[in-house]
């Protein structure tokens, strides 16, 4: 048997979130697709088609070949008007040892008493209607299928289960353990989203970790130690929460939000890609980007006030141009500037033997490996030269080569060795001569990478560049004293 | 943005219209600072936000602002009808904590006579 997943033909409430893929969408602790997938799991079906619509890069990224759930995993793409049956009827016998098919926002609500015996039921044949065409269909019968790919419809013989819609057919939604709900407008969506992270949440294997009852965190979720995390509530990965906030009861937040500190989160969705405001209170809403919704009747906020809620989003293609265009030539500037200051100090510092550069192998642009020379002094003693050297920023000197070579950023996040493991997410990654752990006195280096990955731009590079120049210059002796304590011989 | 403010019973009625946002605010500033000096004995304020549908922290910040220099001169200050757009930007901010908001403005004007 083979899946095919539709994941265009993004229905018509979901505007309002966003450009957000609506296959994405977060249903508790995970993205819908993800409930989808573990269905074919749970089935056995291991080769799966996804047909692509608009934002086919995020759906492919997400899925990738497959292995991650021991799947093969291919891709189609069709035009939003095109109907995926069109797809389905290029090559019909491609289907004929059994065809599982999903294509509309159906999401597979686990029953109390599910199991996966019960579900393995609708291997016999079954459908579910919404709206007058199929959104789910699964058969092993070539009549069955032929007509589901002829006309969109489902065949009279199957049983067909519909637990929202109520059609002719009856196949109590008890009999494969789950309840397939079409999510029909917004604060459908909403209230599916609270009664999933209030009591349903352990029916699924939910991302990342949980740590008590209720309440699911995902990977590389940074909180400090007077966050307050109130189950139930699901966090999604590579979140970051800044001091003193709380999050739940009733809170789902998905991938890659940075939560302000001081914020109140409850009975509400916080879609990925957001950065929500200091101090702000989100209750009962929906936040997608610079957008807050009320679920109750779909009223939407557009803020235009990155201090409010604003997007994250990574796809900032134009920006990232520009910076790199800035990042070469302020580092030629640099160079230029600094050459011969660096060649009279660091010769002097060789000839006393108070210091030199050491290759670091470091994780480059785009993942590539990279030696980075990294300035050791000697001694832990400060000594004036040394001050001169790191006050001048003349250690970066040999990084700067680097960022003319097109190896690395000018600003963004601190490298990380090769030795600590791969970088899994090379478009978040920035590595840089500069960063915030240069230009303010107290950070947290793995904080502000994620930081700077969905904040950065050519303001955010001039700031960073400005407080790490005049900051190195002024606080000499910290920073002398900081450097020698990570980099000492 | 357009001011119109009147005095009803020894109450200064501020209308708002339009958004009240960074673009707007320093018109809002100037116009309600223009007619609370010719009525310096107007001590108490409503303000009538039914004719601002949008507003934002810059917004919001000015009516602070004034809340602070009304409050500061021993008068006080009531909103009435807040649309639905910027309650929002109340809620999420927790400026509801800091304003006394009436559904309309004779609700709002019988507190400010107490």
Redesign the interface.
């Known amino acids: 048997m083979k899946a095919v997943l539709y994941t265009g033909g993004k229905p018509l409430w979901a505007d309002v979130l966003g450009d957000h893929p609506w296959v994405l969408l977060p249903i508790g602790s995970r993205q819908l697709l993800s409930y989808w997938i573990e269905i074919c799991v749970d089935l056995g079906v291991t080769d799966i088609q996804i047909i692509l619509g608009q934002d086919a890069e995020y759906v492919e990224m997400f899925c990738g070949n497959g292995a991650k759930w021991g799947l093969s995993i291919n891709y189609s793409f069709i035009h939003a008007e095109d109907d995926p049956k069109t797809y389905l009827s290029r090559d019909p016998d491609r289907w004929n040892d059994g065809l599982l098919y999903i294509g509309d926002v159906l999401f597979p609500r686990r029953r109390a008493d599910f199991s996966k015996e019960k579900l393995r039921r609708l291997l016999e044949g079954g459908c579910v209607c919404h709206e007058g065409h199929c959104a789910f269909f699964i058969s092993r019968s070539s009549e069955a299928i032929g007509k589901f790919i002829r006309t969109g419809q489902c065949c009279g013989d199957l049983l067909c289960i519909d637990p929202c819609i109520g059609t002719n057919f009856s196949y109590p939604p008890d009999a494969c353990g789950i309840d397939f709900t079409c999510i029909c407008d917004i604060t459908h969506f909403y209230r599916l989203n609270m009664e999933v992270v209030r009591d349903e949440m352990s029916r699924y294997l939910t991302s990342g970790y949980s740590p008590s009852g209720g309440a699911s965190i995902g990977y590389n979720v940074i909180t400090p130690p007077s966050v307050s995390l109130i189950p139930p509530l699901a966090i999604g990965n590579d979140c970051r929460v800044g001091a003193i906030a709380v999050i739940g009861p009733n809170a789902v937040v998905s991938d890659h939000v940075l939560i302000d500190r001081q914020c109140e989160i409850s009975e509400s969705i916080i879609l990925s890609d957001t950065y929500v405001g200091r101090n702000l209170e989100i209750k009962g809403k929906i936040v997608s980007g610079n957008r807050i919704i009320d679920p109750e009747d779909g009223t939407c906020l557009e803020i235009e006030d990155p201090w409010l809620v604003s997007q994250t989003n990574p796809r900032h293609y134009f920006r990232d141009a520009l910076r790199a265009v800035f990042s070469w030539e302020f580092s030629l500037l640099l160079v230029i500037f600094q050459f011969i200051h660096f060649f009279f100090v660091y010769s002097i510092i060789r000839l006393l033997g108070k210091g030199r550069f050491v290759d670091r192998n470091c994780w480059g642009i785009d993942g590539k490996e990279v030696n980075l020379p990294h300035f050791v002094a000697s001694s832990p003693m400060p000594c004036f030269l040394l001050m001169i050297f790191y006050g001048a920023s003349l250690d970066r000197f040999p990084q700067l080569l680097n960022v003319l070579k097109g190896k690395i950023w000018l600003c963004g996040q601190v490298p990380k060795a090769v030795n600590s493991g791969v970088i899994k997410e090379p478009k978040r990654y920035f590595p840089a001569v500069f960063s915030y752990s240069d230009a303010f006195i107290e950070v947290d280096k793995q904080m502000d990478a994620l930081y700077y990955a969905h904040t950065r731009s050519l303001a955010a590079d001039l700031r960073i560049l400005r407080h790490a120049l005049f900051a190195r210059l002024i606080e000499v002796e910290r920073v002398s004293e900081a450097e020698q304590e990570s980099a000492c011989l | 943005m357009s001011v119109a403010c009147t005095k009803e019973q020894g109450i200064g009625i501020v209308t708002l219209s339009g958004p009240l946002t960074?673009a707007t605010v320093e018109a809002f500033r100037e116009q309600l600072a223009a007619w609370q000096s010719g009525e310096a004995d107007v001590k108490n304020f409503v303000f009538d936000l039914s004719a601002v549908d949008?507003m934002?922290?810059?917004g919001l910040g000015s009516l602070i602002a004034a809340l602070k220099r009304i409050t500061e001169r021993g008068g006080d200050m009531k909103l009435a009808c807040l649309q639905?757009?910027p309650r929002?930007?109340f809620?999420?901010?927790?400026a509801y904590k800091v304003f006394e908001i009436y559904d309309t403005v004779e609700e709002a004007q019988k507190a400010a006579k107490k």
């Not at chain 2, 809620?91 to 927790?94: C, H, S």
Request: net charge positive; glycine share 0%; aromatic share 8%.
């Open positions: 960074a949008f934002d922290s810059a639905k757009k929002m930007v809620e999420i901010t927790r």
